[in-house]
């Protein structure tokens, strides 16, 4: 149901042309927001919100959070960031300052506009954990040098930004520690697994699974972890998270191979390459805090999610 006039907003997104930004903005739209999209267009594509070029209430603006932006808005979800390890290696320099200087830049403008904001933080924060399932309480266990690190540690700078602009500056912010997310619009060529397995099947190659695939992982759709996000900020101005986001239900790497090979129907086999340096062995959230403080858990299983996302891929070959 769209909102009343009274209650709509002007809502900024970065990273708003990526994956989740894109399908953020289709919701916020549609609960009758204004959307200001701003993608510097380093991993997002037009192509993801090209259905929105005539709505009157989206606009577009090329723009590198790097580097401060001056816009009068309600609300800010910062999620520009490249988000897999092939974008994010690819230039691991301008990775850690667009979580850091595109942090302080939002937020700057957050204090200037005395506005809620949101960060789209990760579960990479964690690093390879030594306890299981994770819980917000738990601090990680992150390499700093690695190759990994540009991500892992600039979004724990990130979130350390927000909670210093939250205690000095009193801004009401929301950190969202995002789980591995699936879903139509995932960037073909990210090196993810989902998307990898997918485009694999699809193509009838060789399924490459790093280490003998008894590593687990949780999955959740974009639908469900968008409802998160608008939740989680319209929640009340004492709850600032950090607050996990994801679909708890593990699955190793190898019955994710399975699943997809079966319902692409695809005559690929399974083929085992060495583990990355890095690489968690597990990974699942423990969503009690949503599920107490947001009300909020996942609705889509992995067999209800896969088939949309593999008839998006379809789409682009
Ligand atoms: N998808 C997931 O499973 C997942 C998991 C954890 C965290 N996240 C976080 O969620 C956010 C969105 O991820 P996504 O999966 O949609 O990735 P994505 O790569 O599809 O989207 C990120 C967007 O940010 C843009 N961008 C990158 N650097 C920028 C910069 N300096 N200035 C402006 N725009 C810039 C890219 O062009 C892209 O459109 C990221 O911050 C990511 O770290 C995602």
Redesign the pocket.
């Known amino acids: 149901m769209p909102r009343l006039y009274d209650s709509r907003k002007r809502i900024l997104v970065?990273?708003g042309?990526?994956?989740?930004?894109s399908h953020l903005i289709d919701r916020l739209l549609e609960l009758g927001h204004e959307v200001l999209c701003?993608?510097?267009?380093?991993?997002?594509t037009k192509r993801n919100i090209d259905h929105l070029h005539n709505h009157s209430r989206f606009e577009f603006m090329r723009?590198?959070?790097?580097f401060p932006l001056f816009v009068e808005v309600d609300e800010i979800y910062n999620?520009?960031?490249?988000?897999?390890p092939i974008?994010y290696q690819h230039d691991p320099v301008?990775t850690t300052k667009?979580s850091v200087h595109?942090a302080i830049n939002m937020l700057g403008l957050a204090k200037r506009l005395r506005c809620r904001i949101f960060q789209?933080?990760?579960?990479?924060v964690y690093g390879d954990p030594s306890v299981h399932p994770q819980t917000e309480s738990y601090w990680g266990n992150v390499n700093p040098i690695g190759p990994r690190s540009c991500y892992d540690e600039g979004?724990r700078c990130a979130e350390t930004l927000f909670f210093d602009y939250h205690r000095q500056h009193g801004l009401e912010v929301k950190v969202a520690r995002?789980?591995?997310?699936y879903g139509p619009r995932m960037?073909p060529r990210d090196g993810r697994v989902v998307s990898n397995f997918i485009v694999q099947a699809l193509k009838g190659e060789p399924i490459t699974i790093y280490g003998d695939g008894s590593q687990t992982r949780s999955f959740c759709y974009v639908d469900d972890l968008v409802e998160g996000f608008v939740r989680l900020m319209d929640s009340p101005a004492d709850f600032t998270g950090p607050v996990n986001l994801g679909n708890p239900t593990e699955f190793t790497i190898r019955e994710l191979a399975e699943m997809v090979v079966k319902l692409v129907k695809s005559r690929s086999k399974l083929e085992f390459r060495p583990l990355p340096a890095d690489d968690p062995k597990q990974r699942r959230p423990d969503i009690t805090l949503a599920k107490t403080r947001l009300d909020w858990s996942p609705t889509v299983t992995l067999d209800k999610g896969l088939p949309t996302t593999i008839e998006y891929f379809k789409g682009l070959a």
Do not use: M, V
């Not at 042309?17 to 930004?21: I, K, V």
């Not at 993608?39 to 997002?44: E, K, P, R, S």
């Not at 999620?79 to 897999?84: H, T, V």
């Open positions: 970065t990273g042309a990526g994956f989740l930004g701003t993608d510097n267009l380093f991993t997002g723009h590198d959070i790097t999620l520009a960031c490249p988000a897999s974008h301008q667009t595109g789209a933080s990760t579960s990479e979004k995002i789980f591995n997310t960037h």
